[in-house]
């Protein structure tokens, strides 16, 4: 079992692969047209709602007690989980 430390600094790695992913999906969105360009435009949008609450979650694990940071890890697993489904499937989309 990971140590808190451990654990935040292993979010903070995926964090910032999270937002270089938002970057390239960035880009390929430019070049998007049509009705398509849109919807993937709300996608993103929503990804990086999901990836502000999740910075919001690790601000609140990193002040959190020993007791407490292990439910809010569950809280982060989940977002963590539905942004990588969601960039999945935003990238097969473009």
Not at 7 to 23: A, F, G, I, Q, V
Not at 33 to 58: C, I, N, V, W
Not at 78 to 88: E, F, L, Q, V, Y
């Amino acid at each position: 079992m990971k140590t808190k430390k451990e654990y935040l600094d292993e979010m903070n790695d995926r964090l910032e692969d999270w937002k270089k992913e938002m970057d390239e999906l960035q880009e390929r969105l430019s070049s998007a047209t049509g009705p398509a360009k849109k919807e993937a435009r709300a996608r993103l949008d929503q990804l990086r709602q999901s990836y502000e609450s999740a910075k919001s979650k690790m601000q609140e694990m990193r002040s959190s007690g020993e007791e407490s940071w292990e439910n809010l890890k569950g809280e982060m697993e989940h977002i963590w989980d539905t942004a990588k489904h969601s960039i999945n499937y935003f990238r097969s989309q473009l």
